[in-house]
T-cell receptor
Framework: GESVGLHLPTLSVQEGDNSIINCAYS??????FIWYKQESGKGPQFIID?????DKRQGQRVTVLLNKTVKHLSLQIAATQPGDSAVYFC?????????????FGAGTRLAVHP | DAGVIQSPRHEVTEMGQEVTLRCKPI?????LFWYRQTMMRGLELLIY????????DSGMPEDRFSAKMPNASFSTLKIQPSEPRDSAVYFC???????????FGQGTRLTVV
């Protein structure tokens, strides 16, 4: 499969542990944020989103926390599984001339060990 | 729906040749994005369209790059002439509205030798 081979920060966790992936965003005017997961050879896939009027949102095994004061976003994965191994990106919805414009962060590689 | 469809999946070309990447967005999506992913720069937004109109092309690296969207179901990204530093994975994505997730295709891995 295709792999870009990015030189990314890596988070290594044991299977069953909880994972926390962090992201700092740049634009205080951004009103919408998304976490994406990218497996080797695939395009980024949506995990969970959050709007700026919320500070926490939960999905299945995942929770996103938003701290607008320090422009920080985190993704928490409960009971991490080998299938969670991937590169994770946060994206902010920057508005350009009134239009949608998703800007991606650098990404974090999550490695899950048995 | 089959999702965003990109072609080809892999392209190997010689420096100086013209390369055309193709994308079919999800039906009904008003936004179409072209991204490039490299080791050095990660995921970069090159250009995006709304209702087939280019809105922001500030990410297009040089005049060698051009993108078109002749109708709601088709877009192309062209590089002419191609250079080795254009080697990357190019993703197309589409989105249904002004604020929301973008759905990505599988990408085209371009290698320019």
């Amino acid at each position: 499969g295709e792999s870009v081979g990015l030189h990314l920060p890596t988070l290594s966790v044991q299977e069953g542990d909880n994972s926390i992936i962090n992201c700092a965003y740049s634009n205080s005017a951004s009103d919408y944020f998304i976490w994406y997961k990218q497996e080797s050879g695939k395009g980024p896939q949506f995990i969970i989103d959050i709007r700026s009027n919320m500070d926490k949102r939960q999905g299945q095994r995942v929770t996103v926390l938003l701290n607008k004061t320090v422009k920080h976003l985190s993704l928490q994965i409960a009971a991490t599984q080998p299938g969670d191994s991937a590169v994770y990106f946060c994206a902010e919805n920057g508005i350009s001339g009134g239009y949608n414009k998703l800007i991606f962060g650098a990404g974090t590689r999550l490695a899950v060990h048995p | 729906d089959a999702g965003v469809i990109q072609s080809p999946r892999h392209e190997v070309t010689e420096m100086g040749q013209e390369v055309t990447l193709r994308c079919k967005p999800i039906s009904g999506h008003d936004y179409l994005f072209w991204y490039r992913q490299t080791m050095m720069r990660g995921l970069e937004l090159l250009i995006y369209f709304n209702n087939n109109v280019p809105i922001d092309d500030s990410g297009m690296p040089e005049d060698r790059f051009s993108a078109k969207m002749p109708n709601a179901s088709f877009s192309t990204l062209k590089i002419q002439p191609s250079e080795p530093r254009d080697s990357a994975v190019y993703f197309c994505a589409s989105s249904p509205g002004r604020v929301g997730e973008a759905f990505f295709g599988q990408g085209t891995r371009l290698t320019v030798v």
